[in-house]
């Protein structure tokens, strides 16, 4: 079973309108943290925002917010006033405590490429 | 002041060859690790060290090895390329709580011809 999905391969908005990136998870561990990323088509990668599993306000960064539901296990990412230079690739991505103690890596979902129309 | 840097950024090479990636971060985190994003742009952990020390190895052919001299870096270096190992890979860091962001460096395209 995957353990990010995002349903939503490809999205076409408008400008200035705002977007909804949809992300669902899929962990039994009770503290984890939750990631989006951003890759325009020049291919780096761009930390947008993230939520920890405690955290109880949903973060904002900017244009940009998580609305965190724990319950349904959904991290969706919000675009306010979207921009043409929003146009890209957007990932969410979860990290879980290492079973071993320590760090680990980052699980991603496969991405949604959204393209901001003028 | 290029916080996560990685050399180079783009690789052509024959099949068969040994060939490096160079990772360093000046972030002054714990952690380090590579990942491999396909042509379907799915990115997928391959390594991480925290201290010198391996504490994830996914299930990678053993062709590829990650080498750490200090914390700072960790190069990527990989034996008898085939034509499936391209891909662009990342190099990140994070500290080494859990929920800590990890920090990508720009990426290198790896071409296997």
């Known amino acids: 079973a995957q353990k990010i999905t995002q349903t939503q391969p490809g999205m076409f908005v408008q400008e200035k309108e705002a977007v909804t990136l949809d992300c669902t998870y899929d962990?039994?561990?009770?503290?984890?943290?939750l990631f989006w990323y951003k890759q325009p088509s020049s291919g780096e990668m761009i930390f947008l925002i993230y939520?920890?599993?405690?955290?109880?306000q949903n973060a904002t960064e900017g244009r940009y917010s998580l609305n965190f539901q724990k319950a349904r296990k959904s991290a969706n990412l919000v675009i306010s006033a979207s921009q043409l230079g929003d146009s890209a690739m957007y990932f969410c991505?979860?990290?879980?405590?290492?079973?071993?103690?320590?760090?680990?890596?980052?699980?991603f979902g496969k991405g949604t490429h959204l393209i901001i129309q003028p | 002041d290029t916080a996560v840097s990685q050399t180079p950024k783009y690789l052509v090479t024959q099949m068969g060859n040994d060939k490096s990636i160079k990772c360093e971060q000046n972030?002054?985190?714990?952690?380090m690790y590579w990942y491999k994003q396909d042509s379907k742009k799915f990115l997928k952990i391959m390594f991480s060290?925290?201290?010198?020390?391996?504490?994830i190895n996914e299930t990678v052919p053993n062709r590829f090895s990650p080498k750490s001299p200090d914390k700072a870096h960790l190069n990527l270096h990989i034996n008898s390329l085939e034509l499936g190992d391209s891909a662009v890979y990342f190099c990140?860091?994070?500290?080494?709580?859990?929920?800590?962001?990890?920090?990508f460096g720009p990426g290198t395209r790896l071409t296997v011809l």
């Open positions: 060290y925290n201290n010198k020390e391996l504490i």
């Open positions: 991505a979860m990290r879980e405590p290492h079973s071993g103690g320590g760090a680990d890596g980052l699980t």
């Open positions: 962990t039994s561990d009770q503290s984890y943290g």
């Open positions: 939520q920890g599993s405690y955290d109880e």
């Open positions: 990140a860091s994070s500290p080494l709580i859990s929920t800590d962001t990890q920090y």
């Open positions: 972030l002054g985190h714990d952690t």
